[in-house]
Antibody, heavy 119, light 113 residues
Framework: EVHLLESGGGLVQPGGSLRLSCTAS????????MNWVRQAPGKGLEWVSL????????YYADSVRGRFTISRDNSKNTLYLQMNSLRAEDTAVYYC????????????WGQGTLVTVSS | DIVMTQSPDSLAVSLGERATINCKSS????????????LGWYQQKAGQPPKLLIY???TRESGVPDRFTGSASGTDFTLTISSLQAEDVAVYYC?????????FGQGTKVEIK
């Protein structure tokens, strides 16, 4: 069974930085594109970023482009999200999500890590 | 961006009865290469991450009970739970994957009447 475990969340001041990690197991991590999806408290789901299986291609939502950077280390089965210039509206649970092979849906999700941006 | 609009925002259904959730895309999400709709449905129970139920608008994910059915007509999509069970209480989201940024509907909360 696919396992995804996020870490790195916490409380950060506006303008601050945080790096999230997602450790993957029980599947061949390097074969799959990976994503970050977030959910503000009591709100819906928002796709944040996508990285290809090799790491050579990355995509971002407009709301985070230029501030967030997605990356991966296939030798460590780990996905990352570097978040800079954080704003109050970035407060959310951040999920890493595995993309299904051919379809751009998310067939496995981690439990999420909470990021709170507040002074 | 493609806007996904779900209706209703919430509904209460008696156990064993049918629940119907609607989702409308602001433009076509039909993939020309295979004539399939790039539309997925997720179930999110309280305190849990979302779970994929359906993709290509009507293809059930492995292990999903057959009481969950998806359908499509143009830019209108429907998720039907044929006989609501207590464990189906959740928020349901549709998601388009026709073009980036991938976008979700606002969610529909399903409760027991």
């Amino acid at each position: 069974e696919v396992h995804l475990l996020e870490s790195g969340g916490g409380l950060v001041q506006p303008g601050g930085s945080l790096r999230l990690s997602c450790t993957a197991s029980e599947f061949t991590f390097s074969n799959y594109a990976m994503n970050w999806v977030r959910q503000a408290p009591g709100k819906g789901l928002e796709w944040v970023s996508l990285i290809s299986s090799s790491g050579g291609s990355t995509y971002y939502a407009d709301s985070v482009r230029g501030r967030f950077t997605i990356s991966r280390d296939n030798s460590k089965n780990t996905l990352y999200l570097q978040m800079n210039s954080l704003r109050a509206e970035d407060t959310a649970v951040y999920y890493c999500a595995k993309r299904k092979t051919s379809e751009a849906v998310f067939d496995s999700w981690g439990q999420g890590t909470l990021v709170t941006v507040s002074s | 961006d493609i806007v996904m609009t779900q209706s209703p925002d919430s509904l209460a259904v008696s156990l064993g009865e049918r629940a119907t959730i609607n989702c409308k895309s602001s433009q076509s999400v039909l993939q020309g290469s295979n004539n399939k709709h790039c539309l997925g449905w997720y179930q999110q129970k309280a305190g849990q991450p979302p779970k994929l139920l359906i993709y290509w608008a009507s293809t059930r994910e492995s292990g999903v009970p057959d009481r969950f059915t998806g359908s499509a007509s143009g830019t209108d999509f429907t998720l039907t739970i044929s006989s609501l069970q207590a464990e189906d209480v959740a928020v349901y989201y549709c998601q388009q994957y026709a073009s980036l940024p991938w976008t979700f509907g606002q969610g529909t909360k399903v409760e027991i009447k």
